[in-house]
């Protein structure tokens, strides 16, 4: 067997393991109120906390680049409601427009 996939099978096998502590520990109780409102928000400040990393950062130092523009501009069209689709459009679009102007 290759380290490669001995490296598979050790993350799979940790991967299971840790999808099967959850409800081995719990038994079947439920979460209290506080644990379930702070897990409800786990998943927008991981996303957060993704596309921060990946705007600001690359070899390991901070970039201010035409992905900033971006990101920018779909943080202003989702907080004028804008769908979500058309954030995306626009976003890419201020991205193409800062490269093709020779920012970043």
């Known amino acids: 067997m290759t380290s490669a996939w001995v490296t598979v099978l050790a993350v799979a096998g940790a991967t299971i393991a840790i999808k099967a502590a959850g409800p081995v520990i719990l038994g079947g109780r439920q979460l209290p109120q506080r644990v379930l409102s702070v897990v409800a928000l786990l998943p927008a400040a991981l996303l957060a ?18 992905r900033v523009m971006g990101v920018a501009v779909g943080a202003v069209a989702i907080w004028l409601r804008t769908p979500i689709l058309l954030v995306v459009l626009l976003a890419a679009a201020a991205t193409a427009a800062a490269r093709a102007f020779g920012i970043g």
């Open 49 to 66: 906390a993704l596309v921060a990393v990946l705007t600001f950062q690359a070899n390991g130092s901070l970039v201010l680049d035409a």
